[in-house]
Structure formats: structure tokens, C-alpha cells
């Protein structure tokens, strides 16, 4: 088991830039979920998979924001376009679904993104 | 919609002494709790969680959380802090039929002195 793993550790980019993210769970977890974090603030739910399946969006993503996890493996979260205001911790966990009120959610290391 | 309060964004405590941060939830029903703690530059670890099999729950590095349904509370506790605990804390909680996204509390940050 070697944890959740997030990359890049820290992007800095120009506003307006396109800029992605990988995260990769804990091999056999079905679920996957992305968080940012602001300074001060606690994780804010951003979206879900489970497998392959996105299951929820918050109204926190914007059409600027897709993510996606093509084989129920790794997952990746897009932000286009991006402006000052996404600058953040994007953190990625992941969870066994085995039933129900079993899910315990597994944080990575998060991605700072800092937009310039 | 259910929320999280976390009384004090910051505590501070001397080395030896006992830390008490304080978080209440609101739920309509007795909902899943959890406790993280994250460490500066790093993700969130999981603390301890309640999922309705007993009120006290034990966690690692020696902390425990009572759930107490009639405050709407989980307040986390450990009977002597160690400088190893100066860290960001924050409670969480999901919806009783749980597996689904946490909703967090802002945080309470937790300085150990000397």
C-alpha cells in the first residue's frame, strides 16, 4: 500500500494558462475524490468518481474545471483558463466502497497550484 | 445541509497538558464523523472516525473523540500534548448513510509550547 500520490507537488502558472492534474489512488480503491483548500479554510468537495463514473459535482466547479478517471484508475483534474482566484490546494483521496457507511477517505499529499 | 463548527481556529497548549478542541455538527440524523489532522505542506491523516458502534473513539498518536448526541458534539481530546502534535486539525462529517463527500470544518490550528 503506497498511499494516495498527487503530481505535480506544486505548479505556478500565468492567469489564463491550462493546467492539469494527476492523482493516483490507493491501487484498489474504487472511489476517488478532489478537494481544494484555501488558506485558512478547511477541504472544499469539488467532484467524485466511482470507478469510472462521475458521480457528483459541486457548484463549486466551474466549466473551467473537468476531471476525469478514463480506467477507474488514476484520475486527472483539468482547470482552463485559470484565473488568480483557483489558487488553492487541490487534494485528491480515495476510498473502498464495500458497504454501506464503510467509505474512510484517504488524503495524497495535494497539489498547490498558485496562479500569477 | 449538514455543517461543522469548530470552536477556535486556534488553541495553544503547553507541552504535557491537555488539548481539547471542540467540534459540533448539525445533522438531522446521527451522521458519520471524522477527525483529520494535516501537518504544513502536507495532505490530511485520518484521526480517528464515530460510525455509530461506540461514543468513545480511540485514535492514533493517543487522541479520542466522544460523540455526545444530545450536544451534537465530537470534540477531540488527548490527556498530554506533545510537541509532535503542533498541527492543523479539522473535523469532518458525512451523512448517516456515509460514502459520500466529507463536509469539513475550517480547522483548528494547535501550537504546543514548551
Known amino acids: 500500500d503506497t498511499g494516495v500520490s498527487q503530481d505535480p507537488r506544486h505548479k505556478i502558472t500565468k492567469r489564463g494558462q491550462n493546467v492539469t492534474f494527476r492523482c493516483d489512488p490507493i491501487s484498489e480503491h474504487n472511489r476517488l475524490y478532489w478537494y481544494r483548500q484555501t488558506l485558512g479554510q478547511g477541504p472544499e468537495f469539488l467532484t467524485y468518481?466511482?470507478?469510472?463514473?462521475?458521480?457528483?459535482k459541486s457548484r463549486l466547479l466551474s466549466d473551467r474545471f473537468s476531471a476525469e478517471r478514463p480506467k477507474g484508475s488514476f484520475s486527472t483534474l483539468e482547470i482552463q483558463r485559470t484565473e488568480q482566484g483557483d489558487s488553492a490546494m487541490y487534494l485528491c483521496?480515495?476510498?473502498?466502497?464495500?458497504?454501506?457507511?464503510?467509505?474512510?477517505?484517504?488524503f495524497g499529499p495535494g497539489t498547490r497550484l498558485t496562479v500569477l | 445541509a449538514q455543517s461543522v463548527t469548530q470552536l477556535g481556529s486556534h488553541v495553544s497548549v503547553s507541552e504535557g497538558a491537555l488539548v481539547l478542541l471542540r467540534c459540533n455538527y448539525s445533522s438531522s440524523v446521527p451522521p458519520y464523523l471524522f477527525w483529520y489532522v494535516q501537518y504544513p505542506n502536507q495532505g490530511l491523516q485520518l484521526l480517528l472516525k464515530?460510525?455509530?458502534?461506540?461514543?468513545l473513539v480511540k485514535g492514533i498518536n493517543g487522541f479520542e473523540a466522544e460523540f455526545k448526541k444530545s450536544e451534537t458534539s465530537f470534540h477531540l481530546t488527548k490527556p498530554s500534548a506533545h510537541m509532535s502534535d503542533a498541527a492543523e486539525y479539522f473535523c469532518a462529517v458525512s451523512p448517516a448513510s456515509g460514502n459520500t463527500p466529507l463536509v469539513f470544518g475550517k480547522g483548528t490550528r494547535l501550537s504546543v509550547i514548551a
Open positions: 464515530y460510525t455509530s458502534a461506540a461514543t
Open positions: 468518481f466511482q470507478n469510472e463514473a462521475q458521480l457528483e
Open positions: 483521496a480515495s476510498s473502498l466502497l464495500a458497504g454501506a457507511g464503510t467509505d474512510t477517505q484517504y
